[in-house]
């Protein structure tokens, strides 16, 4: 049973470009969180999905960030226009159905925009 | 809403002493609380959790950490410290009526010597 998988590990954006993150959760599980680390700091809740609902975005920023999860593929974390702002780590992870209460990570993908 | 303080941002110690890294949350309601480790440019990986029953939970490497209701806190501990600890360690907590979005600490990097 394969980890959650995020691609790309590595991204670099220039300013004003968009970055395209993918994660792809855990066989089974159709809950899916984003959550953002700067540097030196921990990690911030952004999202929190279920096929084709956003359950909680209280943690996204207002305007140029959106997250989606369709009933098909993989979940993405879309961020226009990008600024110096947004060079981070961005890490999802997902849990099962139920309460299961545990959430499992993927490696991150960290995010430079130059 | 819950937060977590983890007053220690990095804590060394020499190979085979006793650790304690130090987690203090904030919260009106119950809930679970969770140890996340953090390896260079890694993603998360669960250490150990508090759900509920026996207040002193274990993990596999030797690590583990006591619920203190009264005292609100949730530290880590290890009798015994090897090179490959070397790690960033996040406590974080999530409410327990259904496991939605985690809430975690700025992180404690633990920094073993020999």
């Known amino acids: 049973n394969a980890g959650v998988m995020q691609n790309p590990r590595h991204l670099v954006r220039r300013r004003g470009q968009e970055a395209r993150l993918r994660c792809s959760p855990m066989?089974?599980?159709?809950?899916v969180y984003w959550y953002r680390q700067l540097p030196e700091e921990g990690l911030k809740f952004m999202v929190y999905?279920?096929?084709?609902?956003?359950?909680?975005e209280s943690g996204m920023p207002k305007e140029r960030f959106s997250a989606e999860f369709p009933k098909e593929g993989p979940s993405i974390l879309r961020i226009q226009q990008v600024v110096r702002g947004d060079s981070a780590a961005y890490f999802c992870?997902?849990?099962?159905?139920?309460?299961?209460?545990?959430?499992?990570f993927g490696q991150g993908t960290r995010l430079t925009v130059v | 809403a819950q937060s977590v303080t983890q007053l220690d941002s990095q804590v060394p110690v020499f190979e085979e002493a006793p650790v304690e890294l130090r987690c203090n949350y904030s919260s009106s309601v119950s809930v679970y609380l969770f140890w996340y480790v953090q390896y260079p440019n890694q993603g998360l990986q669960l250490l150990l959790k508090y759900l509920s029953g026996s207040t002193l939970v274990e993990s596999i490497n030797g690590f583990e950490a006591e619920f203190n209701k009264s005292q609100t806190s949730f530290h880590l501990r290890k009798p015994s410290v090897h090179i490959s600890d070397t790690a960033e360690y996040f406590c974080a907590v999530t409410l327990n009526t259904g496991f939605q979005k985690l809430v975690f600490g700025t992180g404690t990097r633990l920094l073993v010597s020999p």
């Open positions: 992870a997902s849990s099962p159905p139920g309460t299961i209460p545990e959430a499992f």
């Open positions: 999905l279920q096929k084709e609902n956003i359950i909680d």
């Open positions: 066989k089974g599980h159709s809950h």
